[in-house]
């Protein structure tokens, strides 16, 4: 499995992970929990949640912000030109 094998990994272990997947039933979301994934999302994906999951993961994984403010900024600009 990917996300096992990025976080037994120290270089990799704090990459942030969200699953997106179309298994709902309670046995599959623990698997995916098991496996080390930071959040789930199932299909069809809502492109604003995914974008709020996104910025959540990286505001809690983020020390100094600057690396996640470019990219969140970067989904900012995305997101209103799709609107």
């Known amino acids: 499995d990917a996300c096992q094998k990025l976080r037994k990994n120290p270089s990799t272990r704090s990459i942030g992970v ?3 997947t179309a ?3 309670p046995a599959d979301i623990d698997r995916a929990v098991a496996s080390g994934t930071d ?3 199932t299909k069809p994906v809502n492109r604003h949640d995914l974008i709020a999951r ?3 993961l990286l505001m809690a994984r983020s ?3 600057s690396a996640a403010d470019r990219f969140l900024n970067y989904i900012g600009a995305l997101d209103r030109g799709t609107r």
């Open 39 to 41: 959040d789930l999302i």
């Open 54 to 56: 996104i910025h959540a």
């Open 63 to 65: 020390n100094s912000g």
């Open 23 to 25: 298994l709902d039933q």
């Open 18 to 20: 969200i699953m997106v």
